[in-house]
T-cell receptor
Framework: NAGVMQNPRHLVRRRGQEARLRCSPM?????VYWYRQLPEEGLKFMVY????????ESGMPKERFSAEFPKEGPSILRIQQVVRGDSAAYFC?????????????FGPGTRLTVL | DAKTTQPTSMDCAEGRAANLPCNHS???????VYWYRQIHSQGPQYIIH???NNETNEMASLIITEDRKSSTLILPHATLRDTAVYYC???????????FGIGTKLQVIP
């Protein structure tokens, strides 16, 4: 996990508020995945981004969720008008983007609690 | 990505080898077998990966059958800190959407 940073580690929001989760990839990595994990469940793919480009967002809910990975700065997962069902751990993983044998390195996660 | 099947849970005595199986009968020729583990509440940690040859690193060994339909992750001397959920996935690399199943919950017993 060394090198991939996520903040905040814990985030509490009331229903209807916005949540912004940040992920700083490892140095030299230009690709980022976001995953969501509900208690006692596996990781569910949400979105795969390259800098300034969304490669695959097929796992993202159609409404309220968006993600970006700008040329400068961290990747952001944004959840608008949060609901209780959004409470989960959100993990990002970064990789170099070299194709075959490109290992994902995960961050420590952000635990979102919606009151 | 290949669909993988793992036992839901396993126990292993401390100091003994932990052998975690994974079936991936639909794996295609260019898909690697990757293993990750997730220690409670932490981010998943990469362990090892392989294509068709057996692999070993400082953490574990990976034995892949000749037909590539299954593999076994071996932790040679399990410790209490190896208690975690272990995920086996098949993927052809970084440009693929990766699906993590529920994995195998390994409990190392003192």
């Amino acid at each position: 996990n060394a090198g991939v940073m996520q903040n905040p580690r814990h985030l509490v929001r009331r229903r209807g508020q916005e949540a912004r989760l940040r992920c700083s990839p490892m140095k030299g990595h230009s690709h980022v995945y976001w995953y969501r994990q509900l208690p006692e469940e596996g990781l569910k793919f949400m979105v795969y981004l390259q800098k300034e480009n969304i490669i695959d967002e097929s796992g993202m809910p159609k409404e309220r969720f968006s993600a970006e990975f700008p040329k400068e700065g961290p990747s952001i997962l944004r959840i608008q008008q949060v609901v209780r069902g959004d409470s989960a751990a959100y993990f990002c993983a970064s990789l170099k983007g070299q194709g075959l044998q490109d290992t994902q390195y995960f961050g420590p996660g952000t635990r979102l609690t919606v009151l | 990505d290949a669909k993988t099947t793992q036992p839901t849970s396993m126990d292993c005595a401390e100091g003994r080898a932990a052998n975690l199986p994974c079936n991936h009968s639909t794996i295609s020729g260019n898909e690697y077998v990757y293993w990750y583990r997730q220690i409670h509440s932490q981010g998943p940690q990469y362990i090892i990966h392989g294509l068709k040859n057996n692999e070993t690193n400082e953490m574990a060994s990976l034995i892949i059958t000749e037909d590539r339909k299954s593999s076994t992750l071996i932790l040679p001397h399990a410790t209490l800190r190896d208690t975690a959920v272990y995920y086996c996935i098949g993927t052809s690399g970084g440009y693929q959407k990766v699906t993590f199943g529920i994995g195998t919950k390994l409990q190392v017993i003192p």
